[in-house]
């Protein structure tokens, strides 16, 4: 546990918490530099640090592959997503490597899994990318509904538009 919620801290509903002393963290974008707090990126926790592993057990690439470089800085991606508010409470949006990609647009499954989930008639949901010829991938949720209610082509359609009123239309 690296980011926790300390009992002598204000818990923040929906956050990770805070990171541990000693222990610094950072939210990168794509080319590794920093992002403004609230928007989402890569959580990546600055090296040397106390808490990072020694490695990959018998995979010495594939450590190195996690590890990044900024400014003589060595940072360890996470391959967690997130972002950092502006009084440094850590809150998780979801895993770089989990990202669905379809006709360009980067859609995370857990966005979609939070829209269904709002809906009266879905008791659980999951949801995965498909290969797609012509996009890349598309979204396919997979939808346990509450009892009594009963499948059809109306609810699907309902399930789709209630996601798409929540989160982007793509």
């Given at each position: 546990?690296?980011?926790?919620?300390?009992?002598?801290?204000?818990?923040k509903?929906?956050?990770?918490?805070?990171?541990?002393?000693?222990?610094d963290?950072?939210?990168l974008?794509?080319?590794?530099?920093?992002?403004?707090?609230?928007?989402?990126?890569?959580?990546?926790?600055?090296?040397?640090?106390?808490?990072?592993?020694?490695?990959?057990?018998?995979?010495?690439?594939?450590?190195?592959?996690?590890?990044?470089?900024?400014?003589?800085?060595?940072?360890?991606?996470?391959?967690?997503?997130?972002?950092?508010?502006?009084?440094?409470?850590?809150?998780?949006?979801?895993?770089?490597d989990?990202?669905?990609?379809?006709?360009?647009?980067?859609?995370?499954?857990?966005?979609?899994?939070?829209?269904?989930m709002e809906?009266?008639?879905?008791?659980?949901?999951?949801?995965v990318?498909?290969?797609?010829?012509?996009?890349?991938?598309?979204?396919?949720?997979?939808?346990?509904?509450?009892e009594?209610?009963?499948?059809?082509?109306?609810?699907?359609?309902?399930?789709?538009e209630?996601?798409?009123?929540?989160?982007a239309?793509?």
């Open positions: 546990m690296t980011i926790l919620n300390y009992p002598c801290v204000a818990v509903p929906g956050s990770m918490g805070k990171p541990i002393p000693g222990v963290f950072d939210v974008d794509e080319t590794c530099h920093q992002v403004e707090s609230g928007h989402v990126g890569q959580i990546a926790m600055k090296l040397p640090s106390p808490q990072f592993m020694l490695g990959y057990w018998n995979d010495p690439q594939k450590t190195s592959e996690g590890i990044a470089h900024r400014s003589g800085q060595k940072l360890w991606l996470t391959g967690d997503l997130g972002y950092r508010d502006a009084e440094g409470y850590f809150f998780y949006t979801g895993r770089n989990d990202i669905i990609k379809s006709s360009g647009y980067r859609i995370g499954p857990m966005e979609v899994e939070n829209a269904l809906h009266p008639a879905v008791l659980e949901t999951a949801v990318g498909k290969p797609d010829a012509e996009r890349g991938e598309i979204v396919k949720a997979f939808v346990v509904l509450c009594g209610v009963q499948p059809s082509p109306d609810l699907e359609r309902e399930l789709q209630h996601v798409k009123s929540i989160t239309h793509h």
